[in-house]
């Protein structure tokens, strides 16, 4: 089956410090690439959404200046936190799919553990 | 505003008992919903994607189905194992091409 690579799984750090959060679809290519966040315990929340070769959309009250994604091949994109503070620790969880079909599923990394200190 | 709600939250059950977990939604214009099982501290693993046209889609003990006039869908796992605890999510797709999660069904069985 279609694999998502994701890429750290965990990452501690101070407060300050950017963090770059790889994806990559290890079978497949992406066109379309999904960020989610999920905080304990609740469902995912989407941030944004990028298509290979464009600029990310990204969801309503995420600041792009803050999570800044690249999605500049079919087969990686990433996200990089800049200046991480506390409330940002969290479970950031990365998606693909392939085609361009909304009836192509979605196939997710095994996210990556956040912690601000 | 799309929103999609999961019930029960939480459910235990003892091993070998089949069981169905419920997914409702608010607005029945979707592509297709997907179930997903997630593990603690883990992504999320494609269970079952049906389609609008389609009624249910079925994968060894899985069976998901989809009455999309009154915004459902059901999960049901035959003859449960220990392995299938996990947080079980069911997520729409509409026109936006998002998908929208529910909460989640965490699950456990016990041997």
């Known amino acids: 089956g279609a694999v998502v690579s994701q890429h750290p799984s965990r990452v501690i750090c101070k407060s300050g410090t950017s963090v770059k959060i790889e994806c990559r679809s290890l079978?497949?290519?992406?066109?379309?690439m999904f960020w989610y966040r999920q905080f304990p315990k609740q469902s995912l929340m989407l941030m944004a959404t990028?298509?290979?070769?464009?600029?990310?959309?990204?969801e309503q009250g995420v600041e792009k200046d803050k999570f800044l994604i690249n999605h500049a091949s079919l087969t990686l994109s990433t996200l990089t936190v800049t200046s991480a503070h506390p409330e940002d620790s969290s479970f950031y969880i990365c998606?693909?799919?392939?085609?361009?079909?909304?009836?192509?599923?979605?196939?997710f990394g095994d996210g990556t553990r956040l912690s601000i200190l | 505003k799309q929103e999609v709600t999961q019930i029960p939250a939480a459910l235990s059950v003892p091993e070998g008992e089949n069981l169905v977990l419920n997914c409702s939604f608010t607005d029945s214009a979707i592509y297709n919903l997907q179930w997903f099982r997630q593990d603690p501290g883990k992504g999320l693993t494609s269970l079952l994607l049906i389609q609008s046209s389609q009624r249910e889609q079925t994968s060894g003990r899985l069976n998901a189905s989809l009455d999309k006039s009154s915004g459902r869908s059901t999960l049901y796992i035959a003859a449960s194992q220990p392995g299938d605890s996990a947080t079980y999510l069911c997520?729409?797709?509409?026109?936006?091409?998002?998908?929208?999660f529910g909460t989640g069904t965490r699950l456990q069985v016990f041997p």
């Open positions: 998606s693909a799919r392939s085609g361009s079909g909304v009836n192509q599923p979605q196939h």
């Open positions: 990028s298509n290979e070769g464009s600029k990310a959309t990204y």
């Open positions: 079978d497949f290519q992406a066109t379309t």
């Open positions: 997520a729409v797709r509409g026109n936006t091409d998002k998908l929208i």
